[in-house]
């Protein structure tokens, strides 16, 4: 069985994460929506908002499991048995971060990345994008899927 896991912090779901999870999902038997944990960074969305907007995003299928997790991603990958990290990219400066983590990763523990170019339409959307959009009041709606509807408080 050809296991994944998508790490990410998912503050929030974009339509750019949506759409490598959905092409993923065609090229391994399950995809685990890894949501790190990192108590030093300042969130928009809690936790539980997080995950439940991956839950019903993915509600109906059954290969996408969502889970959170602390600490490295290959020991996370180790403990749930997953041989590959899914990971998308936008652009050129993506490839560099995400290369070097690539390199880490396998170095450590000889896990596989897999990189997937988002689609076209989608490449200029990221989190912090979103959550500009949101902090300014400004409709964000075409950026996310329909379940990430919430202003922050």
């Not at 038997?29 to 030093?40: K, P, Q, R, S, T």
């Not at 400066?93 to 396998?106: L, P, Q, S, V, Y």
């Amino acid at each position: 069985m050809k296991k994944a896991v998508f790490p990410g912090s998912f503050d929030p779901l974009t339509l750019g994460h949506y759409d490598i999870i959905m092409r993923g999902l065609t090229l391994f038997d399950e995809i685990i929506l890894a949501i790190g944990v990192n108590a030093d960074k300042n969130y928009m969305f809690s936790l539980d908002e997080r995950k439940h907007f991956l839950e019903e995003a993915f509600k109906g299928e059954p290969k996408i499991k969502v889970d959170t997790y602390k600490g490295l991603t290959v020991d996370y990958c180790n403990y749930k048995k997953a041989q590959f990290i899914l990971r998308g990219l936008r652009n050129p400066a993506d490839f560099e971060f995400e290369k070097a983590i690539a390199h880490t990763n396998r170095k450590l523990e000889q896990i596989e990345t897999v990189f997937l170019l988002t689609s076209s339409g989608k490449s200029y959307i990221s989190s912090s994008i979103v959550r500009d959009v949101i902090r300014n009041n400004g409709d964000y709606t075409g950026l996310v899927p329909d379940v990430v509807r919430k202003t922050p408080d």
